[in-house]
């Protein structure tokens, strides 16, 4: 089971991918309990949302703990899915009015950094963390004790 969910290639350019998904999502995570009226709670309040402290706790504790794997690429599929998870719940609650209100190019420039986190995160859920990963590293090793 943890084989297949290490299991990557040795491609390094997937380093680029997990540095950018990474440290997005671990900034944003920080800046969550930094700024809890700009982007934590009082945004989650803003846009309507139940229980905002709890909400804006939990999607900022899971930012910091997805990205840092990805960083790090320990568990990247695994990590990578409350990401996707994250992002397609922000645009929908965030770009749909826009959507609705202004048009289709409108959102996508509103939605244009929430769509690359999305894409960069489902990049990792297919590829893995790449060559320069932990799980590379723990999948090779577990390799060479097997034979």
Same mark, same amino acid.
Request: net charge negative.
């Given at each position: 089971m943890l084989k297949s969910l290490i299991r990557t290639d040795t491609d390094r350019s997937t380093l680029i991918i997990r540095c950018m998904v990474g440290v997005v999502f671990l900034s944003e995570g920080i800046q969550k309990f930094l700024f809890p009226e700009e982007v934590g709670a009082g945004r989650f309040e803003k846009i309507g949302f139940s229980n905002? #402290? #709890?909400? %804006?706790? /939990? *999607?900022? *504790?899971s930012e910091i703990i997805c990205g840092t794997l990805i960083l790090l690429g320990l568990l990247t599929r695994l990590a990578s899915i409350p990401l996707i998870i994250i992002m397609l719940a %922000?645009?929908? *609650?965030?770009?749909?009015?826009i959507f609705i209100e202004e048009g289709f190019w409108k959102m996508m420039h509103a939605g244009r950094n929430d769509l690359a986190m999305l894409l960069g995160s489902l990049? /990792?859920?297919?590829k893995g963390g790449g060559a320069f990963s932990s799980d590379r590293y723990i999948y090779r090793n577990? #390799? @060479?004790? @097997?034979?």
């Open positions: 905002p #402290d #709890d909400l %804006a706790a /939990l *999607v900022g *504790v %922000a645009m929908s *609650v965030t770009k749909y009015g990049f /990792l859920l297919i577990t #390799d @060479e004790r @097997e034979n």
